[in-house]
């Protein structure tokens, strides 16, 4: 049981490029989301995907979309790095979006967009 | 809305004290509270939550926290600190009323530093 996998660990980018960021999780969970960690800043969410078909913006999703491939699968994309991209990313999913539920992890993506 | 507040940014602990970190909130219904807990260079994970019920709820690592509807608080404690609980510890609260969302607020981020 691999919980929450996220690749790539690392990325450097060129502004301008574009890249995909995966996230898969083996718990049969429904709802999944992307946040990004900045410095200060917390956890922002991006997009979050409450089942299978569905996907909603977060708080900050300008410049990215997602999309939920399957129900354990779920990824982010850039089609345009910019600098104000360079941040940490983490997926994250839950049983059912409930809101006593706790949310499960990966273990990040850590982008530079130079 | 629903908000949650961390009002420190870093708290140093010697080794073998008590620690607390610190979290208020603001909801309009009743409040979903958890703790996370992140180290260097590794996802989140979960410590502890409140749901419902005992106003002091242990959770994993020997971490505790104590909810506190009258200060709006939720404070996490450990009675005697480790080396190994250096580490980013977040707050989080879920909003229960209807028409709240379902998406976690999270604050800021306490940097926990624990001096041996």
């Known amino acids: 049981n691999a919980g929450v996998t996220q690749t790539p660990k690392f990325q450097v980018l060129k502004t301008g490029q574009s890249m995909t960021l995966q996230c898969a999780q083996d718990m049969n969970h429904n709802s999944m989301y992307w946040y990004r960690q900045d410095p200060g800043m917390g956890l922002r969410l991006i997009y979050y995907?409450?089942?299978?078909?569905?996907?909603d913006k977060g708080e900050v999703p300008n410049g990215y979309n997602v999309s939920r491939l399957n129900k354990r699968e779920f990824s982010l994309r850039l089609e345009s790095a910019a600098p104000s991209q360079t941040s940490v990313y983490f997926c994250?999913?839950?049983?059912?979006?409930?809101?006593?539920?706790?949310?499960?992890f990966g273990p990040g993506t850590r982008l530079l967009v130079l | 809305a629903q908000s949650v507040a961390q009002p420190e940014d870093q708290v140093n602990v010697a080794e073998g004290n008590p620690l607390t970190v610190k979290c208020t909130y603001s909801?309009?219904?009743?409040?979903?509270l958890f703790w996370y807990v992140q180290y260097p260079n590794r996802g989140l994970q979960f410590l502890l939550k409140?749901?419902?019920?005992?106003?002091l709820v242990k959770g994993s690592y020997g971490f505790e926290a104590e909810f506190n509807k009258s200060q709006t608080s939720f404070h996490l404690k450990k009675p005697s600190a480790l080396v190994s609980d250096s580490a980013l510890y977040f707050c989080?609260?879920?909003?229960?009323?209807?028409?709240?969302?379902?998406?976690?607020?999270f604050g800021r981020g306490t940097s926990l530093i624990v001096h041996p």
């Open positions: 994250a999913s839950s049983h059912s979006g409930g809101r006593e539920e706790t949310q499960y």
């Open positions: 909801v309009s219904g009743n409040p979903y």
């Open positions: 995907s409450a089942s299978e078909g569905t996907t």
């Open positions: 989080a609260v879920r909003d229960s009323a209807s028409g709240g969302s379902y998406i976690p607020t």
């Open positions: 409140y749901i419902t019920g005992d106003n």
